[in-house]
Structure formats: structure tokens, C-alpha cells
């Protein structure tokens, strides 16, 4: 068996989303901290980086797994540690009577764990599950399920679920408003970086990504601090489109070296994702109670954030994550070796 390729480009976006997402989430607003960066939400978009690799790499993958194979593939890979990040939160919420398990009802925190999307407990206007990063599995999984059902149509297929996606999104501004969590998740516009993911994959694997692409690299990054002034419009997926593109082309023209630290946070970048709520909540206890106020109190909050939620989520990724997946795997493929 041919083994799958491994994209640097790839692993490096993962590890600079991850740590956007990171940033994002330690400049939430605080009473009680300095913080030029309140406003700035740029780090949620980190996000939207995700979308676009998932395209990718899903198309370069796992186009031609049986479907079997690939939804096997995808729930190991995203289910188990998820569902423990969930278990974990709620657990530790549960003990020291957090709001959010207060609130919350048995029906919320099983549609959570089913990635079911539907209207947060505390957070009433907007659709997330109980853990919070959550909700973009919510997303993963629509579009692992659109993957699969395609299947079907063979040769067709990349060409049918780019249509799907336009069409839900369609349909989504035809009927704006829209008030249910299932329709508001799966007619956003985000779906869409889910098939320029596809898009770009489907160029590189033909060998038509031409050099001047990489140049969207140099002009995608300035624009991603620019987000906020995007938003309200699709105009704010663009950035992490150019990125993605940008950074795969360079690759594709040999012109990508090798980081091992951004490539181990890359490969860390899921356990860091699903964790780093739990490590947020600890430093700003500690940073909170430190003789301390003004710049040097946000720069220690942001350097003990962004260095405990990488090293906690490599050492989850390492000593969690990977056994886990290797487990699992070695216990299905037993399974379906057996005789009948």
C-alpha cells in the first residue's frame, strides 16, 4: 500500500491556526486586564484555516478509500479524544460548580457529544456545543458525511460536492433569517472553505499550481490582521483561502524547509485545539493573582497561555492522542480480519 503523503505546508498551517485560535480565546476581554487586543478577532479566524486543510486533506487522502474506510478513519481520528475533552470539561465544571454545567441539560450535553448543533446553554443566541472549540466539529462532521455519501458518484464526485455546497449556501441566504441550529450551521458560508480545501488539493495533485501562487502567502497574511474590517461579508474566507494556497504552492515548487518544532505543534494542533480551554482557565487564575497590572500583566498572560497550551497539547497529543488512535485502529482492523 502507497503511503500517504505528508505535507509540510500542511502541518505548519496547522500549527499557525491552532495558535491563532489559542491567542484568540487569551484576549477575551477581562475587567481587571490591560488589553489592546480586546477588539481584535482576528485569532478566531484560525479557524477558517482548519476548514480549508480539512478540504485538502480529505481530497488528497482519502479520495479514494472505500467509504467504509473513511468514515472508520474520521470517527477514530476526531471522535475519541473529543468526546474525552468534553467528559474532562464537564467533569471539572461539575466538581467546582461552573455555570455552564449548571445551565445545561441532559439533552445539550448529549447533542454535544453526537456533534448535533444546537443553541448554547448560557450563550443563548449563539450555536455551540458544551465545549466550546466544539463547534467546529459540528462542521467536520457534515462535511466528512457529504464526503462519504458522494462516494457514489465516482468520477463526479469532487464536482457534485462543490455544487452541493454552493447550494446550501444558496438556500441559506434565500431563507435568512434563519433561526433553527441545524440550518444556521449547515447553510454558513463557511462550508465553503471546505471546497476551496478540495479545490486547491484537486490543482496540486494535477501539478497546476503555478509559482506566482505562493505570492498569496505575503498578501493573505497582512489581510488576516485585517479581518475585521471583512466581516459581514464572504470577502473575510478569502485570507485563509490565499493562505492555504499560498503556502501549499510554495511547497509544491520546493521552496518549503523543515521546522520541527512548527511541524510538531502541526501535528499537535488538534489535542492543543481540544485543550486549551483547561490550560486558559488556569493561567488566568494564576496571572489574575499576580502583583502585577498594565503591559507586563497581558504579556505573561499571553506567554504562559500560548507556552502551556502547546506543551500541555503535545504532551496530549503524544501520550493520549496517538495511542489512542493506534489502539483503536489495531483493534477495528483485528475485527474485520477475523473470520466469518
Known amino acids: 500500500m502507497t503511503a500517504k503523503p505528508r505535507y509540510l505546508s500542511i502541518q505548519y498551517l496547522r500549527a499557525v491556526a491552532a495558535l491563532m485560535v489559542v491567542f484568540h480565546h487569551l484576549r477575551d476581554p477581562k475587567p481587571w486586564l490591560y488589553n489592546p487586543f480586546e477588539n481584535f478577532s482576528f485569532g478566531a479566524y484560525g479557524v477558517e484555516i482548519f476548514f480549508v486543510i480539512s478540504g485538502f486533506v480529505i481530497y488528497t487522502a482519502a479520495r479514494q ?158 489581510a488576516v490582521l485585517a479581518i475585521d474590517w471583512l466581516s459581514g461579508s464572504m470577502l473575510h474566507l478569502l485570507p485563509a483561502i490565499g493562505l492555504t494556497l499560498g503556502f501549499v504552492a510554495l511547497e509544491h515548487h520546493r521552496r518549503l524547509g523543515e521546522v520541527p518544532l512548527l511541524r510538531l505543534i502541526g501535528d499537535a494542533s488538534y489535542a492543543i485545539y481540544l485543550s486549551h480551554f483547561l490550560i486558559i482557565r488556569i493561567v488566568v487564575v494564576l496571572v489574575q493573582h499576580l502583583p502585577l497590572s498594565g503591559p507586563p500583566q497581558l504579556i505573561i498572560l499571553l506567554a504562559t497561555g500560548l507556552a502551556g497550551s502547546i506543551v500541555f497539547g503535545i504532551a496530549v497529543h503524544l501520550l493520549v492522542e496517538k495511542p489512542l488512535i493506534r489502539l483503536l485502529n489495531r483493534r477495528l482492523l483485528r475485527k474485520r480480519q477475523l473470520p466469518a
Open 65 to 222: 478509500e472505500p467509504v467504509g474506510e473513511f468514515v472508520r478513519r474520521r470517527i477514530i481520528r476526531v471522535v475519541p479524544l473529543y468526546w474525552l475533552a468534553t467528559a474532562g470539561y464537564i467533569a471539572i465544571d461539575a466538581v467546582s460548580h461552573g455555570v455552564a454545567y449548571q445551565a445545561a441539560s441532559l439533552e445539550t450535553i448529549v447533542k454535544s457529544f453526537l456533534f448535533i448543533p444546537h443553541f448554547h446553554p448560557l450563550l443563548t443566541d449563539q450555536v455551540l456545543p458544551y465545549l466550546i472549540p466544539g463547534w467546529s466539529l459540528n462542521y467536520e462532521m457534515f462535511f466528512y458525511a457529504l464526503f462519504a455519501v458522494t462516494a457514489a458518484f465516482g468520477a463526479y464526485r469532487l464536482g457534485i460536492l462543490l455544487v452541493l455546497l454552493v447550494l446550501l449556501v444558496a438556500l441559506g441566504a434565500l431563507l435568512s433569517p434563519l433561526h433553527s441550529p441545524l440550518a444556521l450551521t449547515y447553510t454558513n458560508p463557511l462550508i465553503l472553505l471546505f471546497g476551496a480545501g478540495l479545490l486547491i488539493a484537486y490543482g496540486e495533485r494535477l501539478g497546476r499550481l503555478p509559482k506566482a501562487a505562493a505570492l498569496l502567502l505575503f498578501i493573505s497574511a497582512p
